[in-house]
């Protein structure tokens, strides 16, 4: 079995450290598992999150919704994806159009494999993070923009991350392309996300298993399909919970 985990709103607080007492129970669980973290950030923000010993301890760590994967703090594969013009001046405009009033720079982020849109910018403190946060579940402002970006760029992939922000990346290249990453192992696994809903960017797991499962085999002796067990959470807390009764 491979339990596979997000990191933001799974196994820690958006963009915030690990709990003490839960990065102790975790590396312990890593001891004994086969654990992998799949994140929408880059390594050096994953690490600033679960720590350099839980991040080198792990059997994989994919970055960048899978665009970047890690063994052993070694860089084994990174897709690339150049943001086009078009799709950039729309960001643009949707941070003029944007009735939340604050701004704190850093607004589009281009990370391998892909570009993270957030209009209250990724420079905000915790306290500002959250504020939009709340602002953005009264208003769904993250929602608007997702599904007007779908609307006109239909080669794109966009979904909603973390608290703050939009994912945006080319079809087939967020967090469900590790599917078939599993299936070369040959290991049931398990997915833990806080963003399992529709368009959450944990969502793309969920929908490449099972289109994954539906397909029938290329040839008569290809590997046997794996099977997934999906634990939608909202905090580690939550994933606590679930690893203990497992």
């Not at 991040?55 to 063994?71: F, H, P, T």
């Not at 499962?213 to 290809?222: G, I, L, N, S, V």
Request: hydrophobic letters at 30%; glycine letters at 6%; aromatic letters at 14%.
């Amino acid at each position: 079995m491979i339990y596979i985990f997000d990191v933001d709103g799974t196994l820690t607080k958006s963009r915030n450290k690990m709990d003490l007492s839960f990065a102790q129970f975790f590396y312990d669980f890593t001891e004994h598992n086969r654990v992998w973290l799949i994140s929408g950030s880059d390594k050096d923000k994953t690490i600033e999150q679960v720590g350099g010993t839980i991040w080198n301890k792990v059997e994989r760590a994919y970055q960048c919704s899978g665009n970047q994967l890690y063994q052993a703090g070694k860089l084994i594969k990174e897709n690339k994806f150049e943001l086009p013009i078009q799709t950039r001046v729309c960001l643009e405009a949707f941070l003029t159009e944007s009735k939340y009033p604050h701004r704190y720079g850093n607004h589009i982020e281009e990370r391998p494999g892909m570009v993270n849109f957030s209009v209250v910018g990724r420079n905000c403190t915790q306290e500002q993070r959250e504020d939009y946060f709340a602002w953005d579940k009264k208003n769904k402002e993250r929602e608007k923009f997702a599904w007007e970006l779908r609307e006109r760029y239909n080669f794109l992939k966009v979904t909603i991350g973390g608290e703050i922000s939009i994912d945006i990346t080319e079809i087939g290249k967020d967090k469900g392309q590790i599917i078939y990453d599993i299936h070369d192992v040959q290991e049931d696994f398990s997915f833990f996300g806080d963003r399992l809903e529709p368009g959450g960017n944990d969502y793309s797991m969920k929908l490449s298993y099972m289109h994954y499962r539906k397909t029938p085999p290329k040839k008569k002796r290809e590997k046997p399909k794996i099977k997934g067990t999906f634990y939608p959470v909202k905090t580690w807390r939550d994933t606590q919970e679930l690893l203990y009764s497992i």
